[in-house]
């Protein structure tokens, strides 16, 4: 009995929801001032009513009095002359009550005989059987002018105001719910648009930005789902430029394995000619170094990997203890250069594997491009301003000016690197790595007249 109507609540549409909500609203707002007007009415009404009777009742009591025929009493004068309202005298002892003749007598009650008795002044009632006023006031002793005023005409007055306030509220009401209507409307297609974008997205995967117009708050929902639209079209734009990168450094040492597996194939076939020793012991070595080529690659290509979600382990971290270990590395790797190595202390808060990949490819890049028997010098030095830096410069060729750009993108070489090994992936990870951390990878020229790479980053002595 109860899922029913709960269903169609939340089958309803927004639009529809604000339209009745503001139809509530306004015949909530109208029934209360309505209901307001009409008590304020009615009791100035009634009250009005009750004046006059009080006026009356004074005037007739001390107005001229007319002896009956039997002189029981003294009639007022003014019982002559009533024609709108029942007057009468209520005589406490022999308890009667006089009134006009060819007349009705006006209705009674106990608290009237009570006035007549002396014991209040005053006392007026309505009579619900006669629709009348009734008011009995002490007249003398003994005695109590009673007089009955009809309700009509107040009551219709009443009606007539209460047909007039249901029909103003109802065309209040029908028109807060056309406004409702319209406000639903105009404020909900932004909304619309929004949805219809979502659903267009969903569709179709068009990454298309939705026309903002306005400052209020759907335009600054517009904006932001524009901004998020753009965050998921620059990352579709990343993913589209490393695969397509990756596919093209893979295809080279790829075909050329390939190529020479085929030939140490081809050779073991009894019809085939045989390679020397020599020749087989130098594809064997080109496989191996294709192999170890794929290996670095493939590494590369998993850290970058973790750009769009990046996992970064906020620990304590021992910058100098983290070069240490990439200098240890690095020594095992270069037999041929030595290292001028100044280390000073300093700690931040991050990732200690990634921060030790980034430095290592620092110094492995150094290590390539230094000439043998020169010297790589690596520095850690404090900055003062919050920060430090990881300085790595090499004693080699340096960065030509139209390089000095781009050096940080992804499979990007110079030409002198083409022909050394790498997967042009290293300084790529090192600027990752110091985004990752709240700092920044620069590259520039060494005293040295080499290439000088600086990682700055945030942290404490």
Same mark, same amino acid.
């Given at each position: 009995?109860?899922?029913?109507?709960?269903?169609?609540?939340?089958?309803?549409?927004?639009?529809?929801?604000?339209?009745?909500? !503001? =139809? /509530?609203?306004? #015949? &909530?707002? *109208?029934?209360?001032?309505? %209901?307001? +007007?009409?008590?304020?009415?009615?009791?100035?009404?009634?009250?009005?009513?009750?004046?006059?009777?009080?006026?009356?009742?004074?005037?007739?009591?001390?107005?001229?009095?007319?002896?009956?025929?039997?002189?029981?009493?003294?009639?007022? !004068? =003014? /019982?002559?002359? #009533? &024609?709108? *309202?029942?007057?009468?005298? %209520?005589? +406490?002892?022999?308890?009667?009550?006089?009134?006009?003749?060819?007349?009705?007598?006006?209705?009674?009650?106990?608290?009237?005989?009570?006035?007549?008795?002396?014991?209040?002044?005053?006392?007026?009632?309505?009579?619900?059987?006669?629709?009348?006023?009734?008011?009995?006031?002490?007249?003398?002793?003994?005695?109590?002018?009673?007089?009955?005023?009809?309700?009509?005409?107040?009551?219709?007055?009443?009606?007539?105001?209460?047909?007039?306030?249901?029909?103003?509220?109802?065309?209040?009401?029908?028109?807060?719910?056309?406004?409702?209507?319209?406000?639903?409307?105009?404020?909900?297609?932004?909304?619309?648009?929004?949805?219809?974008?979502?659903?267009?997205?969903?569709?179709?995967?068009?990454?298309?930005?939705?026309?903002?117009?306005?400052?209020?708050?759907?335009?600054?929902?517009?904006?932001?789902?524009?901004?998020?639209?753009?965050?998921?079209?620059?990352?579709?734009?990343?993913?589209?430029?490393?695969?397509?990168?990756?596919?093209?450094?893979?295809?080279?040492?790829?075909?050329?394995?390939?190529?020479?597996?085929?030939?140490?194939?081809?050779?073991?076939?009894?019809?085939?000619?045989?390679?020397?020793?020599?020749?087989?012991?130098?594809?064997?070595?080109?496989?191996?170094?294709?192999?170890?080529?794929?290996?670095?690659?493939?590494?590369?290509?998993?850290?970058?990997?973790?750009?769009?979600?990046?996992?970064?382990?906020?620990?304590?971290?021992?910058?100098?203890?983290?070069?240490?270990?990439?200098?240890?590395?690095?020594?095992?790797?270069?037999?041929?250069?030595?290292?001028?190595?100044?280390?000073?202390?300093?700690?931040?808060?991050?990732?200690?594997?990634?921060?030790?990949?980034?430095?290592?490819?620092?110094?492995?890049?150094?290590?390539?491009?230094?000439?043998?028997?020169?010297?790589?010098?690596?520095?850690?030095?404090?900055?003062?301003?919050?920060?430090?830096?990881?300085?790595?410069?090499?004693?080699?060729?340096?960065?030509?000016?139209?390089?000095?750009?781009?050096?940080?993108?992804?499979?990007?070489?110079?030409?002198?690197?083409?022909?050394?090994?790498?997967?042009?992936?290293?300084?790529?990870?090192?600027?990752?790595?110091?985004?990752?951390?709240?700092?920044?990878?620069?590259?520039?020229?060494?005293?040295?007249?080499?290439?000088?790479?600086?990682?700055?980053?945030?942290?404490?002595?």
């Amino acid at each position: 009995m109860i899922v029913e109507p709960q269903g169609r609540l939340q089958r309803a549409s927004l639009r529809a929801r604000v339209t009745w909500l !503001a =139809a /509530f609203c306004v #015949a &909530g707002a *109208v029934a209360l001032v309505s %209901l307001g +007007a009409y008590m304020v009415v009615r009791k100035s009404t009634y009250d009005a009513l009750d004046d006059g009777l009080r006026q009356r009742a004074a005037t007739v009591a001390n107005g001229t009095k007319v002896t009956t025929p039997d002189e029981v009493a003294n009639y007022p !004068a =003014a /019982f002559l002359a #009533a &024609g709108d *309202v029942k007057m009468g005298v %209520l005589l +406490a002892d022999p308890g009667k009550i006089i009134y006009p003749k060819d007349s009705t007598p006006p209705p009674s009650v106990q608290e009237a005989w009570d006035v007549a008795d002396g014991d209040r002044p005053e006392f007026i009632w309505t009579d619900h059987k006669t629709e009348t006023r009734v008011i009995a006031v002490a007249y003398q002793p003994g005695q109590a002018i009673i007089i009955a005023q009809s309700m009509v005409p107040q009551r219709t007055t009443l009606a007539k105001l209460s047909v007039v306030l249901l029909l103003i509220g109802g065309a209040g009401v029908l028109l807060a719910a056309i406004a409702g209507t319209a406000v639903a409307r105009t404020s909900l297609r932004p909304v619309q648009r929004l949805t219809e974008a979502t659903e267009r997205v969903a569709n179709t995967g068009d990454l298309t930005p939705i026309p903002v117009a306005g400052d209020d708050e759907l335009a600054r929902l517009t904006h932001s789902f524009n901004a998020m639209l753009g965050a998921v079209a620059e990352s579709q734009e990343r993913q589209r430029r490393l695969v397509a990168d990756a596919g093209h450094e893979l295809r080279t040492p790829l075909t050329s394995m390939r190529t020479n597996l085929e030939l140490l194939l081809a050779s073991e076939r009894p019809d085939a000619p045989n390679l020397s020793q020599e020749d087989k012991t130098e594809i064997q070595a080109d496989v191996r170094a294709q192999i170890d080529e794929l290996t670095t690659l493939i590494g590369d290509l998993v850290e970058l990997a973790r750009e769009d979600a990046p996992q970064v382990i906020h620990e304590p971290v021992d910058l100098h203890e983290v070069v240490e270990r990439s200098l240890d590395r690095a020594r095992r790797r270069a037999s041929n250069v030595t290292f001028d190595v100044q280390l000073q202390p300093w700690t931040l808060l991050g990732d200690s594997s990634a921060l030790e990949r980034a430095v290592l490819n620092l110094l492995d890049n150094a290590v390539k491009f230094s000439p043998s028997g020169s010297a790589v010098r690596l520095h850690l030095r404090q900055m003062g301003d919050g920060s430090a830096v990881v300085e790595v410069a090499d004693a080699g060729p340096g960065i030509a000016d139209a390089d000095l750009p781009h050096v940080f993108e992804r499979f990007y070489r110079s030409s002198e690197a083409r022909t050394l090994p790498g997967s042009g992936l290293g300084l790529a990870i090192v600027k990752q790595v110091a985004q990752r951390h709240g700092g920044t990878a620069t590259a520039g020229r060494a005293p040295e007249g080499g290439a000088l790479f600086t990682l700055r980053l945030p942290g404490r002595p």
